[in-house]
């Protein structure tokens, strides 16, 4: 099975043709049904070959889809400092973005 490892949003992700991907949002003016490509790729393997990037690989790209703009579920932060009659809750939701892989080229 092919699959690639490309960096995007300061993080690497293992991804093959078909697959969905959560990934960091991307700077720029993006829909749902737009076209992503990724041009940092690290590794490709094809089940034979393997290449490896120093640190990327020249002239090679992922093709994706995106197919949904969300929002991760709530993640609840409480601070407490003790004896002062301190408290302080909140809560964050990472935005994502979820692309369908549909080349490795």
């Known amino acids: 099975m092919e699959f690639a490892v490309i960096e995007t949003g300061g993080k690497q992700y293992r991804v093959a043709v078909g697959e969905n991907v959560s990934v960091e949002i991307m700077k720029g003016d993006y829909k749902e049904g737009d076209k992503i490509v990724f041009d940092k790729v690290l590794i490709v393997d094809n089940g034979k070959d393997t290449t490896i990037g120093t640190p990327y690989i020249e002239k090679a790209r992922v093709e994706g889809t995106l197919a949904k703009i969300g929002r991760e579920p709530k993640v609840i932060a409480f601070r407490y ?19 369908k892989i549909d080349a490795i080229k």
């Open 81 to 99: 400092k003790a004896k002062s009659n301190r408290q302080r809750t909140y809560g964050h939701r990472q935005p994502f973005f979820q692309v």
